[in-house]
Antibody, heavy 121, light 107 residues
Framework: QVQLVQSGTEVKKPGASVKVSCKAS????????IHWVRQAPGQGLEWMGI????????NYAQKFQGRVTMTRDTSTSTVNMELSNLRSEDTAVYYC??????????????WGQGTLVTVSS | SYELTQPPSLSVSPGQTARISCSGD??????AYWYQQKSGQAPVLVIY???KRPSGIPERFSGSNSGAVATLSISGAQVEDEADYYC??????????FGGGTKLTVL
């Protein structure tokens, strides 16, 4: 069965960077895009961007361009999301999600368990 | 930037039909997707490509997309359906976006 297992809780200071990992299993890693979504406390879902694990090509939401970097490691079936220059408004649960389409970008079918990132001085 | 607009909240009695709308300019040309999120949990896909149900999702969940409005319907809503619901779609520049979410209360 498809599983996405994310790394654990992070606490960071303003101005620092955070890297969240998402390890995929139960399917062919390169065949499905991976999305990243975040949810601030008490707020809605916010789409951050997407990566094609096959070639590493990314598409970031305009809001995060310049601050977010998504990478993949095919040897470990892991996708990473790094967010830099953190501020308090970046405090949120970060989710990875596997696309439902084969070889293209459409929607999130399977979700990771979420990673809480707290930004506080 | 592209926006999908949902009502913030909706309240129905058990057994009634709940209808949650999602409006967006690109919806006449793009699919809508719907997610259910219960408190403290990751979202769950309940409708994809406007009207298809993933396996394991009860038949009382259905979707439609007409004009610039997509709708999630829950026929005979149950207390266990109480959750936040989000629509999801794409604009013409391949940017993907969630609606603001609708809090459904069943009581």
């Amino acid at each position: 069965q498809v599983q996405l297992v994310q790394s654990g809780t992070e606490v960071k200071k303003p101005g620092a960077s955070v890297k969240v990992s998402c390890k995929a299993s139960g399917y062919t890693f390169s065949s499905h895009y991976i999305h990243w979504v975040r949810q601030a406390p008490g707020q809605g879902l916010e789409w951050m961007g997407i990566i094609n694990p096959s070639g590493g090509i990314t598409n970031y939401a305009q809001k995060f361009q310049g601050r977010v970097t998504m990478t993949r490691d095919t040897s470990t079936s892991t996708v990473n999301m790094e967010l830099s220059n953190l501020r308090s408004e970046d405090t949120a649960v970060y989710y990875c999600g596997r696309d439902g389409l084969l070889g293209s970008s459409g929607y999130i079918h399977y979700w990771g368990q979420g990673t809480l990132v707290t930004v506080s001085s | 930037s592209y926006e999908l607009t949902q009502p913030p909240s909706l309240s129905v009695s058990p057994g009634q039909t709940a209808r949650i709308s999602c409006s967006g300019d690109a919806l006449p040309k793009k699919y809508a997707y719907w997610y259910q999120q219960k408190s403290g949990q990751a979202p769950v896909l309940v409708i994809y490509e406007d009207r298809k149900r993933p396996s394991g999702i009860p038949e009382r969940f259905s979707g439609s997309n007409s004009g610039a409005v997509a709708t999630l319907s829950i026929s005979g809503a149950q207390v266990e359906d109480e959750a936040d619901y989000y629509c999801f779609s794409t604009d013409f520049s391949a940017n993907q976006v969630f609606g603001g979410g609708t809090k459904l209360t069943v009581l």
